[in-house]
């Protein structure tokens, strides 16, 4: 078994592509409408824009009715805005309930459907305060109690609307309709919300940090856009003035300085109640570098009250990225299981449509036992099943007549196991910065800037508890 941060686990298993789904970036739902957003992003994609738009999502969980997984219905998150708390302070966070469901039929009678489906919003939850449960320890208070881009935002600055300013929230963990735990990299931190109504539940609760035996140490993570940084006064004159401090302002705090960028990418609920909250990299503006893999923590969700609000209950272990990756960008529990879960990894492809690349694409999808540990709390029990670039399409689904399909986009920020032989894989558009390969045309390029899914589907029920699919 392998036990480094630098290992390589590929094993995939036959598979083939159902198809692709798009949420278009156009596609803004009543409740976006008439906010003015974009005015920190020097015009690009033609902001400022009247609305907020669609930026893709960072995690995809069931959604449910009465406290049952709805069929073909899933709670997206969307990313914090336009990409850093530096520029995302008029983006409101929220959630979307989408409809994704993909015609299929094996060719029966050969029978073939459209290339992209567009998937439906059924309901829109932008993520407000009204209790006031968002404060940091240093008397801060979210962005709309500062400062608004005009008066547009009236009645969202009255709601309490959390923006991109106050939370980079990247993880979603879904209990049911009424209670969903938050993750948050710009502390890193969690918190509750209803995913329904967007209504925040609790406080939010800071990551701990650990001793070198995993035990934690009464010390905190905290990054350059952390707002415990901020003088109060100062985001009082005006909040933009307090957008980020620098690295030496977080070295020199009490907390442990992490990469802004680095929070909880993979958060999900396992079968014993728990929540597998993957913390994204250790790398970057970082402290946490020489560590054997990027941390992993067991969280308890609480019951959505502000008595009861998420816990850390214990750190799971180190994963191990594959030789050449550095990020985790979404996490899976398997139907069922308390210990295993699939892992989305990716490093930073693409970057350009010119030859030999900068970087190679390398985005996997791999299935890891949390519980198989190592004598330095790495996990070595990992097999990766899936390349997103070389997809098997034997039904040529998508039509071009070829049968490999590839996944192209840095951010493949979702992922959910369906049942025992099926994902949905989605991705975050990074928008407006939304055409990676900087081509000037194609005859898909407008789906391929949207958010958009793939399902695909394993021959063998490879996420089936009884089947052995690791050592």
């Keep these: 078994k392998k036990s480094t941060a630098s290992a390589h686990n590929a094993d995939y298993q036959d598979h083939y592509l159902v198809g692709l789904l798009n949420y278009p970036n156009d596609a803004v739902p009543d409740e976006l409408q008439g906010h003015t957003s974009g005015t920190y992003i020097n015009g690009m994609g033609g902001a400022p824009f009247d609305y907020v738009p669609s930026v893709g999502f960072s995690d995809i ?14 709670f997206c998150l969307s990313d914090n805005g336009y990409g850093s708390s530096v520029n995302s302070a008029d983006y409101a966070l929220n959630i979307i309930r989408m409809k994704i469901q993909k015609p299929f039929t094996y060719r029966h009678g050969e029978s073939t459907f459209e290339t992209y489906t567009e998937t439906e919003n059924l309901n829109t939850a932008i993520l407000h305060d009204p209790h006031g449960y968002i404060k940091w320890e240093n008397g801060a208070d979210i962005q709309t109690a500062y400062k608004v881009p005009d008066a547009t935002w009236s009645d969202w600055q009255e709601l309490r609307v959390l923006t991109g300013r106050d939370f980079d929230v990247e993880g979603l963990a879904a209990v049911n309709e009424n209670l969903a735990i938050v993750g948050d990299e710009l502390m890193p931190a969690i918190f509750a919300v209803n995913p329904t109504t ?3 539940l609790s406080p939010f609760v800071r ?28 985001l009082e004159a005006n909040a933009d003035d307090c957008m980020a401090v620098d690295s030496e302002t977080v070295e020199a705090s009490e907390y442990r300085r992490h990469d ?46 502000p008595a009861n609000p998420p816990s850390f209950e214990s750190f799971r272990g180190f994963y191990p990225l594959e030789l050449n990756n550095g990020n985790i960008a979404d996490v899976s529990a398997i139907p069922g299981s308390s210990n295993l879960v699939a892992v989305v990894e ?59 399909y590839a996944q192209t986009q840095v951010t493949n920020e979702q992922l959910i196991v369906v049942d025992d032989y099926c994902v949905i894989a989605g991705t975050d558009t990074n928008f407006p910065w939304t055409n990676q390969f900087g081509i000037d045309s194609a005859p898909y390029l407008q789906e391929v800037t949207d958010t958009r899914f793939m399902v695909v589907c394993f021959q063998e029920p490879v996420f089936n508890l009884a089947f052995d699919l690791l050592d």
Aim: aromatic residues 10%; hydrophobic residues 30%.
């Design 207 to 234: 990551t701990p940090d650990i001793d070198a035996k995993g035990k934690f140490n009464g010390k905190f993570l905290s990054t350059r856009g952390d707002k415990v940084h901020c003088d109060v006064s100062v």
């Design 260 to 305: 802004p960028s680095g929070g909880y990418e993979g958060f999900s609920l396992l079968a014993d109640g728990s929540i597998a909250a993957f913390v994204e990299k250790k790398s970057g503006d970082s402290s946490l570098g020489d560590e054997p893999g990027t941390r992993v923590y067991k969280v308890n969700p609480g019951d959505g009250t």
């Design 198 to 200: 967007g209504v925040v």
């Design 346 to 404: 990716r490093n930073g492809f693409p970057s350009g449509h010119m030859w030999p690349a900068p970087v190679q694409p390398y985005n996997v999808l791999c299935v890891v036992d949390l519980d198989d540990l190592d004598d330095d709390m790495v996990m070595q029990n990992k097999k990766c099943i899936l390349n997103y670039h070389r997809v098997s399409d034997p039904w040529d689904v998508d039509g071009n007549g070829i049968f490999r």
């Design 61 to 74: 969980e069931p959604a449910y009715n009465d406290n049952e997984m709805a069929h073909g219905e899933y």
